[in-house]
């Protein structure tokens, strides 16, 4: 990572971390697919972080808009290694249990307008 040294360099970190936070940012308009990645103790061993980088990777690049955003439990324990919520903006949601990178990216395919 390079050295800030003026205040353009911090406006340029700034700049960059927005974006990649742009998501979480736009969390509450419901207007959007909302999904929500289980991140608790157990999800997080389980590889929820690695799901969760993967489906903001994956969104951006295919120009998917859907907020994605971390959440605790979201159902039992035993439905791991890692689950999903989806919620449309008409308010049904939908759990997905045992995502890995083949899963989420069909997921994410079923929210392509």
Do not use: C, H
């Not at 911090?10 to 990645?37: G, H, N, W």
């Amino acid at each position: 990572m390079a050295q800030i040294k003026t205040l353009a360099d911090l406006q340029a970190v700034k700049q960059r971390v927005y974006a990649t936070m742009k998501t979480r940012v736009e969390a509450f308009d419901k207007s959007l697919p909302q999904i929500r990645i289980a991140m608790a103790t157990s999800g997080i061993a389980a590889g929820a972080k690695e799901i969760f980088d993967y489906m903001l990777n994956q969104t951006e690049k295919e120009n998917v808009n859907a907020v994605i955003t971390q959440t605790g439990v979201i159902a039992e324990g035993n439905l791991q290694p890692v689950v999903v919520e989806v919620i449309m903006p008409d308010g049904q949601s939908k759990i997905y249990e045992n995502v890995d990178k083949k899963s989420a990216d069909a997921i994410i395919n079923t929210l392509k307008a």
